[in-house]
């Protein structure tokens, strides 16, 4: 099968494309052809070597890890699913290939694109996550820093699915289409604080961070303790008091469910910045790397 790979850490030109053998899936996995690849960060971060003192990647790698395509082989012990089903999940060993096996998977609602159910898996668990430690109830009022990314736009939707009311920075060119997702759009940078305290003076029951940037010592000065606030990207958030979460204590693999149900419902959607081929994954990299992509990438097989 074709396959996307790389063999050592560096730039987007390191990304290869290869032959290698379809994988098979183990007890409790299926295995998908691929129709789309979804594009995170934590990918060209992993690519460029960011983790590689601390939790090196066995190289060659497949990269990526969200996936949406056709069911096409079942391993043992797994029910509920048949060859032929399409669905999007989270692969093991990579998902940037014409085959990939994965560990969670949700059915995609048939009116639900490829490239949009593929860019779901990582963003929409982060969000459940995120909300999970915050403990986001109904009625409440969050805020989250970077309300246009792919993180963001899931968490704001199923904030608002949950019932509560949302305030989402972004840049001014996203703030009609926060808006249009039942969000109170505010500027990011310095001054966010009063910004903010001028849109809810009630204040903010809890924030979630998905942008980091200093914009942690802010946001503790919104909410009633500093422990109200989780960041999925500053790691340096506890120094303020604030909670960080990168996966390792758990997942929220279930969310990906409820977005599935509240896509059905039409109160949830994720759009596709821009699909690329898989040859030019290197494109697609770089795109996400500067940072200001509304929605998702995705690799389109
Ligand atoms: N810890 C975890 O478990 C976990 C899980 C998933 C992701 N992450 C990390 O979380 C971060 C966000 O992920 P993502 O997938 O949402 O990324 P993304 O889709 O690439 O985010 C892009 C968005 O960031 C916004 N942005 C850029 N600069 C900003 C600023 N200074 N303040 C506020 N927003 C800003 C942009 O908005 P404008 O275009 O309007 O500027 C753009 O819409 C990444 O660093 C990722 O690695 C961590």
Do not use: C
């Amino acid at each position: 099968m074709k396959a996307l790979q790389y063999s050592e850490y560096g730039p987007s030109s390191v990304l290869r494309i290869v032959e290698l053998p379809e994988p098979q899936p183990g007890a409790g996995r299926i295995r998908i052809a691929v129709r789309a690849v979804g594009v995170n960060p934590f990918d060209w971060k992993v690519r460029s070597g960011a983790f590689g003192d601390t939790t090196p990647s066995r190289l060659p790698m497949v990269p990526h890890s969200d996936a949406a395509g056709v069911v096409d082989a079942i391993g043992e012990g797994v029910e509920g699913v048949a060859i032929g089903d399409e669905v999007f999940g989270v692969a093991v060993g990579g998902s940037a290939a014409e085959h990939a096996v994965l560990h969670e998977w949700t059915a995609k609602p048939a009116a639900m694109s490829m490239a949009e159910a593929a860019g779901l898996p990582n963003v929409v668990e982060t969000a459940g996550r995120a909300f999970g430690l915050l403990g986001l109830e109904k009625g409440q009022t969050l805020l989250v820093n970077g309300a246009s990314g792919g993180v963001g736009i899931a968490a704001v939707q199923l904030a608002v699915a949950r019932g509560a009311a949302v305030i989402g920075t972004a840049s001014e060119r996203n703030h009609d289409f926060l808006r249009g997702l039942g969000v109170t759009p505010v500027t990011y940078g310095a001054g966010l604080a009063d910004r903010v305290r001028a849109l809810a003076p009630s204040g903010i029951d809890v924030a979630l961070d998905t942008a980091g940037r200093g914009a942690v010592a802010e946001l503790v000065t919104l909410t009633p303790t500093p422990a109200d606030v989780v960041s999925i990207t500053d790691f340096d958030a506890p120094k303020h008091g604030a909670r960080v979460t990168d996966g390792s204590q758990g997942r929220a693999w279930a969310t990906m469910r409820e977005v599935a149900a509240l896509y059905s419902e039409g109160r949830f959607a994720m759009p596709v910045e821009r699909a690329f081929p898989l040859e030019e994954a290197a494109a697609a990299h770089d795109l996400s790397e500067s940072g200001h992509v509304r929605g998702k990438i995705v690799l389109a097989l």
